[in-house]
């Protein structure tokens, strides 16, 4: 099962809105990852967790405040967002790198993503 | 600074045919992996297939194979008898061993027609 989970598909807010998005793995991975992705681009990485502790924050600014509660959950609060945050939000997971198997932990499972529209 | 090069912005095939997807990257890196992923209108990232940078043998995945040339830097990928279903974007990528970052190129939009 290689399979996360994104919720929710869809989102919209306004600029004064606080809303959460939410990612769950249960393949037992210790590295999640929150990318955004504008319409016909590459994913840009944001925030990575490892071991629940944050270990990239690529220069995201505060209106976007992650979150790991626990191994098998990422949240990304939202609060008082921009209409160019419009974008799809992806979700990933990977093994950490303590794992012995080296390929494994270098690959990453995606999420489906929420489209999140800002109004 | 690692960069991923994809040169082929669209591309279009018949249905059953064979298609070659172009990907260069840079990297002064010995120890890597190269990736690449699917993404459909549905919008979720796929791995299609990987290679270890350290393996000769190019790696294949039922229709799907790569041409990986390690001392020119690229990693094609090659779809044969292509169906309708791999209507995409698909995305090369590259990670260094022991990195968490994934280095994304442009992506190509490839459509399967009829």
């Known amino acids: 099962d290689t399979e996360v989970t994104q919720t929710p598909k869809h989102l919209v807010m306004g600029m004064t809105n606080k809303k959460s998005l939410k990612c769950e793995q249960h393949m037992g991975h210790r590295a999640m990852y929150w990318y955004k992705q504008k319409a016909k681009k590459p994913p840009e990485l944001m925030f990575v967790?490892?071991?629940?502790?944050?270990?990239i924050n690529e220069s995201v600014p505060s209106r976007f405040s992650p979150e790991c509660p626990n191994s098998s959950l990422l949240n990304l609060h939202l609060h008082a967002l921009q209409p160019e945050d419009s974008a799809l939000y992806l979700c990933?997971?990977?093994?950490?790198?303590?794992?012995?198997?080296?390929?494994?932990?270098?690959?990453?499972?995606f999420g489906a993503g929420t489209r999140l529209s800002v109004l | 600074a690692q960069t991923v090069t994809q040169s082929q912005p669209e591309m279009s095939v018949q249905e059953a045919e064979t298609v070659t997807l172009s990907c260069t990257y840079d990297t002064s890196e010995n120890n890597y992996y190269l990736f690449w992923y699917k993404q459909p209108p549905s919008r979720q990232m796929i791995l299609v297939i990987r290679?270890?940078?350290?393996?000769?043998q190019n790696a294949t995945e039922n229709r799907f194979s790569v041409n990986f040339q390690k001392a020119a830097k690229s990693f094609s990928l090659k779809i044969s008898d292509s169906q309708l279903g791999d209507t995409a974007m698909y995305f090369c990528a590259f990670i260094i061993q022991g990195a968490q970052k994934l280095v994304f190129g442009q992506g190509t939009r490839l459509t399967i027609n009829p």
């Open positions: 967790y490892s071991y629940e502790k944050l270990s």
């Open positions: 290679q270890e940078a350290y393996k000769q």
């Open positions: 990933a997971s990977s093994q950490e790198q303590k794992t012995s198997i080296k390929l494994a932990k270098n690959i990453q499972y």
